[in-house]
């Protein structure tokens, strides 16, 4: 089975820009979240997608939306970026959701908002 | 909500050395603890998880204990190698993903 895509792996923006990631799950997933990763905030949970619907939502602003299709394909967009939106951002997908299976992480999109 | 620490944030051992990697969370709610391995270049890759109905899990030279009362969970890696050198993440969630909150992060290095 191939695993978790994302593209593009790397994308550098302007601030006030807006910037569309995406997600292609594994095969017969049905749940895909999104993450942001930096180095001083660590790993936190965007949201999470289920049969194309928002299940979760961490704690980011409107600024940061996301949708899923009937194909399971994800995309995150963010709005207005902002410098401190420069970071790497990773799907991972799941048959079940989040905390029900295994999750299964995509290399993610490295993104710099200059 | 949520909150998870970790420690330590880095280890050094010989190869053939354990490892051990403990975190705490406060959310008497959650009951899913996974354990991720993230190597450079790559996404997080799950490693081993536990439930809280379970007290011990192993697998191979890995294995995971928590402790429900005190809110803590642990890594443990026997017979370290070179490949397990990376960065493992600890987290915390229920089962229906709210409060899914990972911990910062421990740089973990085998020594040849």
């Known amino acids: 089975k191939a695993g978790v895509t994302q593209t593009p792996r790397y994308l550098i923006k302007t601030r006030g820009q807006q910037v569309t990631l995406s997600c292609s799950p594994i095969?017969?997933?049905?749940?895909v979240s999104w993450y942001q990763q930096t180095p001083g905030q660590g790993l936190q949970f965007l949201f999470e997608?289920?049969?194309?619907?928002?299940?979760n939502k961490g704690n980011f602003p409107g600024r940061f939306s996301g949708r899923q299709f009937s194909n399971s394909r994800s995309e995150m967009n963010v709005s207005t970026l902002e410098l401190g939106d420069s970071a790497l951002y990773l799907c991972?997908?799941?048959?079940?959701?989040?905390?029900?299976?295994?999750?299964?992480f995509g290399p993610g999109t490295r993104l710099l908002v200059l | 909500g949520e909150n998870v620490e970790q420690h330590p944030s880095t280890l050094s051992v010989q190869e053939g050395d354990s490892a051990v990697i403990k975190c705490t969370y406060s959310d008497s709610a959650s009951n899913y603890f996974p354990w991720y391995k993230q190597e450079l270049g790559k996404g997080p890759q799950l490693i081993i998880d536990i439930r809280s109905n379970v007290g011990e899990k192993k697998d191979q030279r890995i294995a995971v204990t928590l402790n429900k009362t005190a809110k803590h969970f642990s890594l443990h890696i026997t017979e370290t190698q070179p490949e397990d050198s990376a960065v493992y993440f600890c987290a915390a969630g229920d089962n229906y993903g709210q409060n899914f909150v990972f911990g910062p992060g421990t740089r973990l290095s085998v020594l040849p």
């Open positions: 997608y289920f049969s194309e619907t928002q299940r």
């Open positions: 991972a997908s799941s048959s079940q959701g989040v905390g029900q299976e295994t999750q299964y």
């Open positions: 095969s017969g997933h049905r749940s």
